[in-house]
């Protein structure tokens, strides 16, 4: 059997399974293509070895995923806004060395005086988190309304109160409040909304026309549905994430533009090569994932220098990455919190095998 048969019937499998531990509804998407090795995506017709959907985009309407439906990437769009503010580094507007405080101002006094750019986005700040990873995904965790946080400065009320959890620079840990706080960064530093300053900077550079921040109470007609099971019932997502995704998360997108994103990004046509490098290097210090991944600047890092984005939440699972070392691109998307585990780990052992 040729490559692409094999996958298939892994992912299948796989499928099997997220539909025995949920139903025969939940929406997934997978693709998985092959350029030669060290080429980048993009470059030349690569060989699609997966190009598949599962299940349902929309439980109420009875409409069927396809490979070609956006869908969300939960905390997978932290590498946008690491972009958006490197783009601004690009530019001289900001440095990994700014302090968070020097645009801050009187907001959010319990950030400390020295938690520098560079620390927020590689998880490095020590600021206290104001959204519970660990929690339920059914529960509501938000303390305002959804419909609340449209714009990063929405997030202020709910960013304050956390004290330090370390001094800057000293431990890792995964910090999403400190993603919203680089979007309130980046947008006090430019001018420009933080939204569009993203969609300018990141998005149409890379020629992803079809990613973005659309309003989950008016998704586009292509955009999968996330759910949430409360109640012994599948209900929308809807009321469990902000109204618009913001600077750790939210963003939607298909797997045809993280092809794009990963070749725009590792071809220098989003920020400079020297500060994608900077990007795919570790911070030196104590401290680091406990899995055995190491984190850059909003990009997850392995050994064998692939990098990936990925995501977790209400509604949302999500990974993509690219591995320069075998030329393979692969992104999977499902539309609940668990969906796209049980196929990651099935492609990622074929692929390994």
């Not at 997934?28 to 995506?41: E, F, K, M, S």
């Not at 319990?110 to 590689?122: F, G, K, R, W, Y």
């Not at 946080?149 to 890792?172: K, S």
Request: net charge negative.
């Amino acid at each position: 059997m040729g490559d692409d048969v094999v996958l298939l019937q892994v992912a299948d499998e796989a499928v099997g399974e997220v539909a025995r531990d949920a139903d025969e509804h939940v929406g997934l998407v997978a693709r998985v293509v092959r350029g030669a090795p060290g080429a980048l995506p993009g470059d030349g017709a690569p060989e699609v070895l997966l190009d598949a959907a599962w299940g349902l985009a929309d439980r109420r309407h009875g409409l069927p995923m396809t490979p070609r439906h956006r869908f969300g990437t939960a905390s997978g769009c932290k590498g946008f806004t690491a972009l958006a503010v490197l783009a601004l580094v690009a530019d001289g507007r900001l440095d990994l060395t700014t302090t968070a405080r020097s645009l801050l101002r009187d907001d959010l006094p319990l950030i400390a005086d020295d938690v520098t750019v560079e620390q927020l986005l590689s998880h490095r700040s020590g600021i206290g988190e104001y959204f519970d990873d660990d929690a339920d995904v059914s529960d509501y965790l938000l303390p305002v309304p959804v419909h609340t946080l449209v714009d990063p400065e929405d997030y202020l009320p709910i960013l304050d109160g956390h004290p330090q959890v370390f001094a800057p620079g000293t431990d890792f840990a995964y910090c999403n409040g400190g993603f919203v706080v680089l979007s309130i960064l980046a947008q006090r530093a430019s001018g420009v909304p933080f939204h569009e300053l993203v969609r300018t900077r990141v998005l149409e550079p890379a020629g992803m026309s079809s990613t973005g921040y659309p309003r989950s109470d008016a998704l586009p007609d292509d955009a999968a549905i996330g759910y949430v099971h409360v109640d012994g019932q599948w209900r929308s997502n809807v009321h469990h994430l902000p109204v618009v995704g913001g600077g750790d998360g939210g963003a939607y997108t298909t797997t045809l533009d993280m092809e794009r994103f990963w070749g725009a990004l590792l071809g220098g046509r989003i920020v400079p090569d020297e500060l994608v490098a900077r990007m795919r290097r570790a911070p030196g210090g104590d401290g680091g994932p406990a899995d055995g991944e190491t984190y850059g600047l909003g990009l997850w890092l392995r050994d064998s220098g692939s990098v990936t984005l990925e995501g977790e939440d209400s509604g949302v699972s999500f990974w993509s990455t690219h591995e320069p070392a075998t030329g393979l691109t692969w992104t999977v998307a499902g539309s609940t919190s668990a969906a796209a585990w049980p196929v990651v780990r099935a492609l990622r052992d074929a692929l390994a095998g």
